[in-house]
């Protein structure tokens, strides 16, 4: 019996060495392949990053079409299987960071953060699929090729905004003090985003939404429209909205001008009928005809596009530098408390800037809400048409409750919190979205106060006021 036991032992420890043999030459021949004429082999930090990810096999689980291996295939294994590649679609997707591999470009600074996290994290690759993956085990030194590339990169392309040497690698980079705008259609714009006739019946204007007063929101849970209607979601600032990829929660707005249009026209907020009514509202205003016509040009006509430009122009000039952990990104050390630093610290290592990078920390990336755990199930209640997210514009079940990342600047003025205005303060909201977006799940009271304290530094100034002063 001993002997049989130590044969099927043997025979088991064979199949076993050969399953990984086998798995590892087909990994190897199907993995990812840079072009001959690729910069990325003429980059040898880039290629170091990009040799790591393809030998780890990122693409099985965080990109489509692939040639998965045979236990794929396998009944009840499949299952498993296809569990993990649906949550790995659903956290990340490698396409476009292998796109810009191949063609020598940089990631998205979301993207770079991302990787960041997970490398940091030491989460990837998973524990199990290193069980019949041995190859893809990431050693120290490959850890730390990918980080230094992530670096790198950012140093190359992202440190345009005034960072201190030290800090140019950082997810985080400071406001700019402008971007190019044209000067008269800013003029316009600001008064057009003042002017009620907008609204169909002459009470609402852009900044009763975005009370550039109080954070460029309104505080309230869901925004109020005409006649004292309740929207069905939380109002996002619009300060600072330029840097984001796409306009409103499910990001149905390509740039600040296109979501000028909605809130006009939508029968819940400002409630016009048609942009020819609109049109001549503002044509009887005398003011008006010479304001176009330099924004516009002699022969410009007053209507959707001319007006929804101008709008959108004038809020390209909607930033808020320089705030306190602007000056500390600058080299000012002694701008922020070290409690804000600690914070800081910890915003990063429990995965919080893998969403929150960039110059607004946020809005470079649609996120799911409740990656890590069932938010709206906790939440309670009726799931509204504001919960269904970007899948209200691609109707793909995987962007169902994926949303436009929020950005984080000036966040201690933009409550409630979240698209449906459910949280009314920082803290809470800190605790939840280390419940339901991260893998840390539960941090502590010191943790949130910490995170709290750097949060508060992200408070900036506009024309030369911080906003905290012009809420009072």
Not at 144 to 169: M, P
Not at 336 to 354: L, V
């Amino acid at each position: 019996m001993r002997r049989v036991i130590v044969s099927l032992v043997g025979v088991g420890i064979l199949a076993y060495g050969g399953t990984i043999a086998f798995l590892t030459h087909f990994d190897h021949s199907t993995a990812p392949q840079l072009s001959a004429s690729s910069p990325t082999k003429q980059d040898p930090v880039a290629l170091a990053a990009y040799n790591v990810l393809a030998e780890a096999r990122c693409d099985y689980c965080h990109a489509t079409g692939r040639n998965l291996p045979f236990y794929f295939k396998l009944p009840v294994a499949n299952q498993l299987m296809e569990k993990d590649l649906h949550e790995g679609l659903r956290h990340f997707r490698i396409e476009p960071v292998l796109s810009a591999f191949e063609q020598g470009k940089p990631p998205t600074e979301e993207q770079l953060s991302r990787i960041e996290e997970v490398i940091t994290q030491n989460r990837m690759p998973p524990t199990m699929y290193l069980l019949m993956h041995w190859h893809a085990h990431l050693s120290d030194s490959e850890r730390q090729a990918v980080l230094h590339w992530v670096e790198e990169t950012r140093r190359k392309y992202y440190a345009d905004t005034g960072a201190a040497a030290k800090f140019a690698g950082e997810p985080v980079r400071p406001v700019p003090a402008s971007v190019p705008v044209d000067a008269a259609k800013v003029v316009l714009g600001r008064q057009l985003f003042f002017d009620k006739n907008l609204s169909g019946d002459g009470t609402l204007n852009c900044a009763s939404c975005h009370d550039l007063n109080h954070g460029g929101v309104d505080h309230l849970v869901t925004a109020t429209g005409i006649g004292g209607q309740k929207g069905p979601i939380n109002v996002p600032t619009v300060y600072d909205a330029y840097f984001k990829i796409a306009q409103f929660w499910n990001g149905r707005a390509a740039d600040l001008a296109a979501q000028a249009a909605g809130p006009v026209m939508n029968p819940l907020e400002m409630g016009s009928h048609d942009w020819a009514q609109v049109a001549a509202k503002l044509q009887g205003n005398p003011e008006y005809a010479p304001l176009f016509q330099a924004a516009f040009g002699a022969d410009a006509s007053i209507d959707q596009n001319t007006i929804t430009t101008a709008i959108g122009e004038f809020e390209k000039t909607l930033l808020t530098p320089d705030s306190p952990f602007d000056d500390y990104l600058k080299g000012n050390a002694s701008a922020i408390s070290e409690q804000a630093k600690r914070g800081y610290d910890k915003f990063k290592s429990i995965g919080c800037s893998g969403c929150h990078s960039g110059i607004a920390l946020g809005g470079g990336a649609y996120e799911v809400m409740g990656l890590e755990g069932d938010y709206f199930k906790d939440r309670g209640g009726k799931l509204t048409a504001a919960d269904t997210g970007r899948y209200d514009v691609t109707h793909k079940d995987e962007d169902r409750s994926r949303f436009v990342v929020p950005t984080l600047r000036n966040i201690d003025q933009t409550g409630p919190y979240f698209h449906d205005g459910s949280v009314k303060t920082l803290e809470d909201a800190v605790r939840k979205m280390a419940r339901y977006q991260t893998p840390d799940s539960i941090i502590s009271d010191q943790d949130v106060s910490d995170i709290v304290a750097f949060l508060k530094t992200l408070t900036g100034k506009y024309q030369g006021r911080s906003l905290a002063d012009m809420a009072q």
